[in-house]
């Protein structure tokens, strides 16, 4: 039997390794529960060591041995191909509002441009998908119908530079690309080269929303993020039960409750004044409770 305290020593080296913020513990903690099983588990899917995942007709099996079915890879690739395409198109939109005065003028260039980013992206997701034969199909997500309804040009910086970036790029993206690299390197290489390609446009937009956030004191502006922040939360919330089908719903808890901690912690640093704790069980309605 795997001996709890060595694997928390282990997975605290592990944080250290990835450059993860101290308060991912707290969510870590949650999810081990005191169950050694729990923390190798959590282990052998953020460090496998050398082990190679394959794929073998309708089957992935991961480095450390678990095994899902291709179609829930597939809709993995699907809603990620779906949010992406979304993004592209509320974003065109955006930059096509307004008379481009002032700081306008800039937004709308950058905001264009972030559209056919998200649009590139979209295509690599979709060059994968070939690759493996899976075919779209419509998805659909509230959070995006709220996003697409954002008309004041400080609050769509701040979802573009903080919020989505820190829940859907952040938490789900950035893992589901550590997790498949060893998996199916040859399509997640394609993939990280588009991403790796996108970091000035991206470090521009958090920028300016930290910019942003740190001079305001706007009571508007904090409901704002809340609410798409719950929208954030309902959309991962929904997915709950295709993880739980797959044997990973704990994996789904824990990057579910990273996405909402994780826009929480930066707002705050940024002078937002939140009572995180109670934000994100407010937020969450403890949807990612384990």
């Not at 169950?35 to 082990?51: C, E, I, Q, V, Y």
Request: hydrophobic share 40%.
């Amino acid at each position: 039997m795997p001996k709890l305290g060595d694997s928390l020593e282990l997975i605290s080296k592990a944080i250290v390794k990835f450059g993860l913020p101290e308060w991912v513990s707290k969510y870590v903690d949650s999810y081990i529960g005191n169950d050694a099983t729990n923390a190798k588990r959590l282990l052998s899917f953020a460090n496998p060591g050398r082990k190679k995942g394959s794929i073998a007709g309708n089957k992935i099996t991961m480095p450390n041995g678990v095994v899902f079915d291709i179609s829930f890879i597939a809709e993995v690739l699907r809603l990620f191909y779906y949010g992406e395409m979304r993004v592209s198109s509320i974003y065109q939109k955006w930059a096509g509002q307004g008379y481009g005065i002032g700081n306008e003028a800039i937004y709308k260039e950058k905001t264009a441009e972030y559209a056919m980013l998200a649009e590139k992206h979209a295509k690599a997701i979709k060059s994968i998908m070939d690759g493996l034969h899976i075919k779209n199909m419509e998805e659909s997500a509230e959070v995006f119908d709220y996003l697409d309804g954002i008309r004041e040009w400080d609050k769509r910086i701040v979802a573009i530079g903080i919020i989505m970036k820190d829940s859907y790029a952040y938490a789900f993206g950035a893992t589901f690309y550590r997790a498949f690299y060893r998996v199916m390197p040859e399509f997640m290489r394609a993939f990280g080269k588009v991403l790796s390609s996108d970091k000035e446009l991206l470090d521009w937009f958090s920028n300016e929303a930290k910019r942003i956030v740190s001079e305001s004191r706007s009571e508007e502006l904090k409901e704002f993020a809340l609410t798409l922040l719950a929208y954030v939360s309902k959309s991962i919330e929904n997915e709950l039960g295709l993880a739980k089908e797959n044997g990973i719903e704990r994996e789904a808890k824990l990057l579910g409750s990273i996405a909402i901690a994780a826009p929480l912690h930066e707002l705050s640093e940024l002078g937002m004044e939140l009572d995180i704790e109670n934000e994100f069980r407010h937020i969450t309605k403890g949807a990612f409770d384990f």
